[in-house]
């Protein structure tokens, strides 16, 4: 069980360009979540799709965010444009769509918009 | 307004103590409640859960107590090991609330 792989490990970019954070589920898990975590917060769910389908978006923090789940083993979530203040670390997590299944955890994507 | 709190942002305990970790909650509807440990540079990865309808649930070295009419939950880790040392998230799930709801952390040090 090779995990949720998330890429890039780390991101470097400008403000206003476009970011896209990538993640591959757990083979069989057919919830995926994105959440970000930062310091004043802690961690958010931004999005979570069951069987592919976005579910809810709430906390999804202005139309710059997107997310997309093409296929049962790949989810993106894209910001366009970036800003400083979008700087966190981005997590993926799966699970089983069963209840208390628990999440499964990718190792996150530290973002940093200069 | 945060459902799932965790006060106390740090804790240091020696090798072979108890470490206690708290939570608390306002939200009466939660009936799940989760602990996830995180390394630097990992995510989140799951520890022990507790069901609304017991008020102890024990794994080991680790064990979660639910007080549900103080909307608290704690939980022990003993004998504590420097690989303990990692921070603690807190989580919560129920009623409305279809997603889990994270604390902010605590982050563990246990020193030799």
């Known amino acids: 069980d090779a995990g949720v792989i998330q890429s890039p490990r780390h991101e470097v970019t400008e403000m206003g360009q476009e970011v896209t954070l990538r993640c591959k589920p757990i083979?069989?898990?057919?919830?995926l979540f994105w959440y970000r975590q930062t310091m004043m917060r802690g961690l958010e769910l931004l999005i979570y799709?069951?069987?592919?389908?976005?579910?809810?978006d709430s906390g999804m923090p202005e139309d710059r965010f997107s997310a997309k789940m093409p296929n049962a083993s790949f989810s993106t979530l894209k910001i366009q444009p970036s800003e400083p203040r979008d700087s966190a670390v981005y997590f993926c997590?799966?699970?089983?769509?069963?209840?208390?299944?628990?999440?499964?955890f990718g190792n996150g994507t530290r973002l940093t918009v200069t | 307004d945060q459902q799932v709190k965790q006060n106390s942002p740090s804790l240091s305990v020696q090798e072979g103590r108890i470490s206690i970790l708290n939570c608390d909650y306002t939200?009466?509807?939660?009936?799940?409640f989760l602990w996830y440990k995180k390394y630097p540079a990992e995510g989140p990865t799951f520890l022990i859960s507790?069901?609304?309808?017991?008020d102890k649930n024990e794994d080991g070295r680790f064990t979660v107590f639910l007080n549900k009419s103080a909307k608290h939950l704690s939980l022990h880790i003993v004998p504590s090991q420097p690989g303990d040392s990692a921070v603690y998230f807190c989580?919560?799930?129920?009623?409305?609330?279809?997603?889990?709801?994270f604390g902010k952390g605590t982050k563990l040090s246990v020193k030799p």
């Open positions: 997590a799966s699970s089983l769509q069963a209840a208390h299944s628990p999440l499964h």
């Open positions: 083979s069989g898990h057919n919830s």
């Open positions: 799709f069951n069987n592919n389908v976005p579910i809810d």
């Open positions: 939200n009466s509807m939660f009936d799940y």
């Open positions: 507790i069901s609304s309808i017991k």
């Open positions: 989580a919560a799930i129920g009623g409305s609330q279809g997603n889990l709801i």
